[in-house]
């Protein structure tokens, strides 16, 4: 359980915390770091460090000691705040950091049986790896960081929660650089001193035009069909692809664009796997029983997070540390992405290079509509909302996770090729990399890879789904043909 810190607790510091800060979902999102851990004795050598590290990186970011609570003097219905007190010497709390020793029966795994199975996801438990939960309960403070070093048989599983109103993830990939140069540092140096806190991205005037929530595709629920879902099993795998599957992928959606002239000049390949990953999902719903099946006539979309820091007027620094996400979307309609015909008298056939081409370009098509204008619009809409909830619960309709949408975010580069000098690890960089057991419906992220977007290195990718959608995407005459493995 966190450790809340006391409601009467008077801080030196407050942060103040911008627009895109106070409208982020408020979640801590747990991202596991596994390795192997062969030799146990190293263990309060690994500890030592891991605490060294981090009061380095505390000198640098002193708000992480800090905690996120309600702000009741804002005007903003549902505000927060983010208070410290300036460390001393970098002096770690065990509000941020904790250690925790797993062996049988508490936990049955060791860690070559977890990377035997490929590291699989309901035994990454986010209440035994990390002593904050998944979502903070209304109305209490929250440490803005915590990591838990978790020590199990053969293992060690390094646990970090971030507060999503304190940082997103290209703040965690900042904060993970500095922390993993710490943890190949021979010794601490006491002597440092804390830097001063960046400003975050200020609140846009309230002059001119303010467009409605609602205005916004991505925030527009007023589309999203009305459906009544029965209680149903969510669930949550990882899809891997080989480098070559998905470079094949690539090559034939990008020669199938060339044939049209008003196609796009270019197309990630995250797209690309993106718009595969769309496809196999919305004909697992097209299948689905008749009473809950996608029709082909109705709007599918795709959520996409995108970094704004290059986008902004003025652009923030790579090094930007706090939120500053905005999201778009693309949609299709169904018959579109199945070929079935817009009344859906054709027979669904397998899944054709056109209508991989068609979902990749309309996903970039997305991608580049947000510009400085885009992002400007939204930062002015945010900073005016009377309630800082509500673009959050706009969001989570309009996407219709559960019949017509999917979120997705790429994680690709978080963290998969940064090297720890933590005693006692294996590898020095990460073994595998796991989003904590968290199955929600529609969730789509792709994981982060060595090598980054080139490389022999797989690809992964964490995908969220009711059990009988899943079941239909995992089929070998679907993803199943296209996947080197299935980690349930």
């Not at 904790?98 to 060791?110: D, G, I, K, M, Q």
């Not at 099946?293 to 620094?317: D, Y």
């Not at 590898?427 to 022999?456: C, H, M, Q």
Request: charged share 20%; glycine share 6%.
């Amino acid at each position: 359980m966190p450790m809340l810190s006391p409601a009467c607790r008077t801080f030196m510091e407050k942060v103040e915390l911008s627009p895109f800060d106070q409208t982020m979902v408020r979640v801590f999102i747990h991202k596991l770091f596994c390795f192997p851990f062969p030799d146990p004795t190293l263990q309060a050598e690994a500890v030592e460090k891991l605490e060294q590290a981090l009061s380095a990186t505390i000198l640098r970011w002193p708000f992480i000691t800090g905690f996120v609570s309600p702000d009741e003097s804002a005007a903003q219905q549902n505000a927060v705040k983010l208070e410290y007190d300036p460390p001393l010497s970098g002096n770690v709390g065990d509000h941020i950091f904790t250690v925790r020793n797993l062996s049988a029966p508490e936990y049955a795994w060791a860690y070559d049986q977890l990377a035997e199975a490929g590291m699989p996801l309901k035994p990454m438990d986010k209440d035994v790896f990390s002593a904050v939960p998944e979502w903070p309960a209304p109305g209490q403070a929250y440490p803005a960081l915590s990591i838990q070093a978790n020590f199990i048989e053969g293992g060690l599983i390094l646990c970090f929660a971030f507060h999503h109103t304190v940082a997103d993830g290209g703040s965690f990939v900042t904060f993970l650089k500095e922390f993993a140069a710490a943890t190949k540092m021979p010794t601490r140096h006491d002597s440092a001193q804390v830097m001063p806190v960046e400003p975050r991205v200020a609140y846009a005037p309230r002059d001119g035009v303010v467009r409605n929530l609602e205005s916004f595709p991505e925030y527009d629920y007023t589309t999203a069909p009305v459906h009544h879902d029965k209680y149903k099993e969510i669930t949550t795998r990882i899809l891997k692809f080989s480098a070559a599957t998905v470079q094949k992928l690539e090559a034939d959606i990008k020669a199938e664009l060339k044939k049209n002239p008003d196609a796009p000049s270019f197309v990630s390949n995250i797209a690309c796997l993106s718009g595969l990953i769309w496809i196999a999902v919305v004909r697992a719903r097209y299948n689905r029983m008749p009473h809950n099946r996608l029709p082909a006539s109705e709007t599918t979309k795709i959520g996409i997070a995108v970094n704004a820091r290059g986008v902004m007027t003025p652009k923030l620094p790579e090094d930007y540390f706090g939120d500053a996400v905005v999201h778009t979307n693309a949609t299709a309609k169904v018959y579109e992405l199945l070929d079935v015909g817009e009344d859906a008298t054709h027979a669904l056939q397998p899944i054709s290079v056109v209508a991989l081409a068609l979902a990749a370009s309309r996903m970039r098509e997305a991608v580049s509509k947000v510009d400085a204008a885009y992002v400007s619009e939204r930062l002015k809409t945010l900073s005016s909302v009377s309630d800082v909830a509500e673009p959050c619960l706009l969001y989570t309709q309009a996407m219709d996770t559960t019949h017509t949408g999917l979120d997705f975010s790429s994680w690709r580069d978080q963290g998969a090729d940064i090297e720890f000098g933590i005693p006692g690890i294996g590898t020095s960089t990460v073994d595998f990399w796991r989003k904590a057991w968290s199955p929600n419906e529609g969730a789509y992220n792709i994981l982060p890879r060595k090598g980054g977007s080139k490389g022999p290195a797989d690809w992964e990718v964490s995908l969220g789904l009711s059990m009988e959608d899943m079941d239909r995407v995992c089929s070998d005459a679907e993803l199943g043909g296209w996947t080197s493995r299935i980690i349930e």
